[in-house]
């Protein structure tokens, strides 16, 4: 058990520093206020499945990509077109998860709308 503690250690201590960056926290803004919205049209067990996954998916990017930044800037801090590609990808690793977030999650809401 002592073994098994040692070895999240560092990983929780990696959520405890995400949840202190600024883009993690808005991510992890956006998921309270997608689990309000699904209190309150009562989403179904399915559509919790969905959006609690993508939101997931969606705070794991950010955080991977907060990673990459810090990596980034630590290895070059200054201007490098490298790094901007670099920097551009990860952003965009979070952008192509959040559309999927805002399309699914959007899909779910007018389900229930329109009902
Ligand atoms: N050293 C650099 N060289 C070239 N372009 C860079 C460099 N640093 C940042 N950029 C460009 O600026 C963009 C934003 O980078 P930055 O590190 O400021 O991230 P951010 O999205 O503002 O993140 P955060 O708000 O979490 O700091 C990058 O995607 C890249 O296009």
């Known amino acids: 058990m002592r073994a098994l503690i040692k070895k999240f250690k ?3 201590n990696g959520l405890a520093l995400a949840a202190h960056d600024r883009s993690v926290a808005i ?3 956006f998921a309270v206020l997608a689990g309000l919205v699904g209190l309150g049209l009562g ?3 399915w559509e919790w499945a969905l959006v609690i996954t993508l939101a997931a998916l969606v705070i794991t990017a950010e955080i991977l990509n907060t990673a990459i930044e810090r990596l980034c800037d630590f290895v070059q801090p200054r201007q490098d077109d490298r790094i901007k ?3 551009d990808l990860a952003a965009g690793a979070v952008l192509c998860a959040s559309l999927a977030a805002l399309i699914v999650g959007g899909m779910i809401v007018i389900r229930h709308l329109i009902r």
């Open 43 to 45: 989403f179904v067990f």
């Open 85 to 87: 590609t670099i920097k």
């Open 27 to 29: 991510q992890l803004g």
């Open 10 to 12: 560092p990983a929780l």
